[in-house]
């Protein structure tokens, strides 16, 4: 099940969402967001994504910046439990062709609890808590590990921390050589339009959220400042797990200092 529909009895999600991973609700509409600009350039962006949870007459909130496009990086994870929360992984496909994931996880003392390999269909989305990627870390609860992950594809990558306080964003360290090298012929990085779904979308500018949430007690919020001394224009586009357009916003102007707020609340994703 995705790790933002998870049933847990976790404070922050307890009763809130009970929809198994790849259902479709009617309460919940899950899946990415990408920014791209029309004019300008995303030096002069600052992005922010904010996801909202609301439970018992209290709202949280978690931000997160933009996820960078890498193939190799390394972070730490909780593994939690079934009821015990612990780091929940998002990670999206961008380009064209599908792409071998692989995950290890090793504990304290360096002895792997697992070593998998992910295919994510071109455009894809896979999500998941790290307790239910199998291996040891299905039987371990409460446990800290090392993750490291590698991709023959650029990987916009999200690990986020649940626990009862409420839910923190994990520091992602890329391990990727610069430039990303490039296994499948024809995917160029980072000048490439990597969204052929939609034109004009994605590229080297793209800023992409790996993970945007809408419905059941869940909102998300996208922020866009515009630092620059002229105008800008991007478009934000939403899609689902399987890459399926679930909402396009085009021609958004930001004025000079100024700023876009996009709220789920008012509409949907």
Known sequence: MS???????????????????????????????????????????????????????????????????????????????????????????PTAFSGNVRLSITDAQGIQMLNQTLTILPNGQFARFVSELGGKVSTSTGSDGLLMLTSDVPLAVLAVNFHQAGITAAPVTSLSPVPLPVTNPGVVVPNVNIFPLLPGTGGQEALF???VVSGGNWSTEIRIANTNAMDQIVRIDFYDPNGVVLKSLTNIVIPARGMFMFSSKNGGI
């Open 3 to 93: 790790f933002w529909i998870r049933s847990a009895t976790l404070v922050l999600v307890a009763g809130l969402l009970n929809s198994a991973f790849g259902q479709t609700s009617t309460q919940m509409q899950r899946g990415y967001a990408i920014v791209t600009p029309q004019s300008g350039n995303s030096n002069g962006l600052i992005a922010v994504e904010s996801l909202f949870s609301q439970s018992a007459g209290a709202q949280r909130q978690t931000d997160f910046s933009p996820s960078p496009l890498l193939t190799s990086a390394a972070f730490t994870v909780n593994i939690g439990g079934t009821t015990g929360g612990g780091t929940g992984l998002a990670i999206v496909n």
């Open 209 to 211: 959220f790996p993970q």
